[in-house]
Antibody, heavy 118, light 106 residues
């Protein structure tokens, strides 16, 4: 059984960088496709990007300039950095796994709420 | 960007009844369409992928159909645990989700 767990600060100040980590068990981050998705309070889901081939990344074009996804294979974790955050970045952030580049989320973490506020 | 539009926004159905949820894509996504169920405070749960293939462990009362731009999720014989929000997602060009349909108890 694959398990994912997000962790990181729950509060970030505007203009700063949001940083989250996803810890994975039951699968290896060196294979498959590992995504970050977010959901603003009361709203729908937005795909941010994914990690694949154990180190390559693909990002949503609208956020590409602000998003970085990286991997730590020794810890079986992958991370999200979102720079220059605003209140519009307040959301529950999920990490999730898919098997191929035709990505849909087969396994999801429970999510973590990040609030952007001064 | 492919825009996914779900209808209706809210659907009221009695337990034991049948629910039909729609998802329309702004351009063809072939069969690259997934459905998720989300309950309050929980992560989305994959129900259907490839427009009509049930994910592991998903009951047979959930069925998906459609291709191109028009897709349907049907839930027959609604159980109490089925009342939730349902999202569709295309994975043909990038990855975008619909805004969701809330299935509520009538």
């Amino acid at each position: 059984q694959v398990q994912l767990q997000e962790s990181g600060p729950g509060l970030v100040k505007p203009s700063e960088t949001l940083s989250l980590t996803c810890s994975v068990s039951g699968a290896s981050v060196s294979s498959d496709f590992w995504s970050w998705i977010r959901q603003p309070p009361g709203k729908g889901l937005e795909w941010l990007g994914y990690l694949y081939n154990g180190g390559s990344a693909k990002y949503d074009p609208s956020l590409k300039s602000r998003v970085t996804i990286s991997v730590d294979t020794s810890k079986n974790q992958f991370s999200l950095k979102l720079s220059s955050v605003t209140v519009a970045d307040t959301a529950v952030y999920y990490c999730a796994r898919g098997s191929t580049s035709l990505w849909f989320g087969e396994w999801w973490g429970q999510g973590t709420l990040v609030t952007v506020s001064s | 960007e492919i825009v996914m539009t779900q209808s209706p926004a809210t659907l009221s159905v009695s337990p034991g009844g049948r629910a039909t949820l729609s998802c329309r894509a702004s351009q063809s996504v072939n069969g690259n369409l997934a459905w998720y169920q989300q309950k309050p405070g929980q992560a989305p749960r994959l129900l259907i992928y490839g427009a009509s293939t049930r994910a592991t462990g998903i009951p047979a009362r959930f069925s998906g159909s459609g291709s191109g731009t028009e897709f349907t999720l049907t839930i027959s014989s609604l159980q109490s645990e089925d009342f939730a929000i349902y999202y569709c997602q295309q994975y043909y060009i990038w990855y975008t989700f619909g805004q969701g349909t809330k299935l509520e108890i009538k």
